[in-house]
């Protein structure tokens, strides 16, 4: 008989915790009495839009890099990404005394392409509905003789995400179930393996936007299905296919997927605007989102959510909350 040995372990996330103490911010947990009686549960908000560069994606962009040996540092590094994971590996290479070179679509938030200039990384753009930016991130990396950081399909990566989870429990103690965002699955992947090994009875929840419920499909299938490049305001997850690593955690951890309109992600940003008194960007109000219209189902007592990023400019929201964007 043999056994794979998964990606990700909850061991690896304790070490990436150590390893981003002092470096990533550990952050607020926030909670609401108008958000319980609400949606009937005791929720607890993990909030990574007050984390580094705004959302997660710097704890694992960090906890990658600063595995690189002090050859891969000095040569640098480069990453593919819609804004946050950008924003992650330009700052975590300035805080390691390297460079980064990052692919970006055309049309991202020009707030995160801002951030990822001013953290000092040179961006390539690329058509995201035509283009393969895995491809065109590869060869450049292989051309410039870079190292490839990679937004989710890397177990360092995974890790570091997970150390998310791993601090909501820490603080909270143990919760019934946990909600988090689904793009590429390496948040999902990092939070479900702390989140499991530590409670091996807790529900895993992912969300993701009605166009774009690839991983959903592959949950279903049991292999991994592509969808169309989604056309929703959720940016952070508007990719058409699960990543193969992460897919391998999520189909063993995840107890369930659920979907939501971009109307319904309007409404929960406005909710935390309103009464969290919070700015939270489209993928991170997917969780959020679930529970408010109830497409989480009934749910049990203690819940948990990671409200993943905050990155949005301030005309953008203001559209988004109008119902204008």
């Known amino acids: ?89 330009a700052l975590a290479a300035r805080e390691l005394g390297t460079t980064a070179v990052i692919v970006m679509p055309e049309d991202a938030p020009p707030s995160k392409r801002a951030a990822t200039a001013g953290y000092g990384a040179e961006i390539v753009t690329y058509d995201r509905y035509t283009g393969d930016r895995v491809a065109l991130a590869k060869a450049l990396a292989a051309e410039r003789g870079l190292t490839l950081i990679p937004p989710y399909e890397d177990p ?87 990543g193969e690593l992460t897919f391998s955690v999520n189909r063993r951890l995840v107890d369930d997927i659920v979907l939501v309109s971009d109307d319904e992600i309007r409404e929960a940003m406005r909710f935390a605007f309103a009464r969290l008194k919070i700015v939270v960007e489209p993928s991170g109000a997917t969780p959020l989102a679930a529970l408010l219209t109830g497409r989480a189902g009934a749910l049990p007592p203690r819940v948990g959510v990671i409200v993943s990023g905050g990155n949005v400019d301030a005309e953008r929201f203001a559209e988004l909350c109008a119902g204008r964007g």
Request: charged share 20%; glycine share 12%; proline share 6%.
């Open 156 to 242: 360092h990566v995974m890790a570091g995400q997970g150390t998310a989870a791993l601090e909501l429990l820490e603080e909270v103690g143990e919760l019934d179930a946990l909600l988090a965002p689904v793009g590429g699955g390496g948040l999902m992947a990092g939070s479900a393996t702390a989140a499991k090994g530590l409670h091996p009875g807790i529900r895993m929840i992912g969300v993701e936007p009605e166009a774009g419920d690839d991983t959903r499909r592959s949950l279903e299938a049991g292999r991994r299905v592509s969808v169309p490049v989604p056309r929703t305001i959720a940016d952070g997850q508007a990719l058409p296919t699960p």
């Open 1 to 89: 008989m043999t056994t794979t040995t998964p990606p990700v372990t909850l061991d690896a996330v304790r070490d990436a915790a150590v390893r981003l103490r002092g470096i990533a911010h550990r952050t607020p947990v926030l909670r609401s009495r108008t958000l319980d009686a609400r949606v009937g549960a005791e929720v607890h908000l993990k909030c990574e839009n007050f984390q580094r560069v705004g959302a997660f994606k710097f704890r694992g962009a960090y906890h990658a890099a600063s595995r690189l040996t002090p050859d891969q540092l000095g040569r640098g590094v480069a990453a593919y990404s819609s804004g946050n994971h950008a924003q992650a590996v």
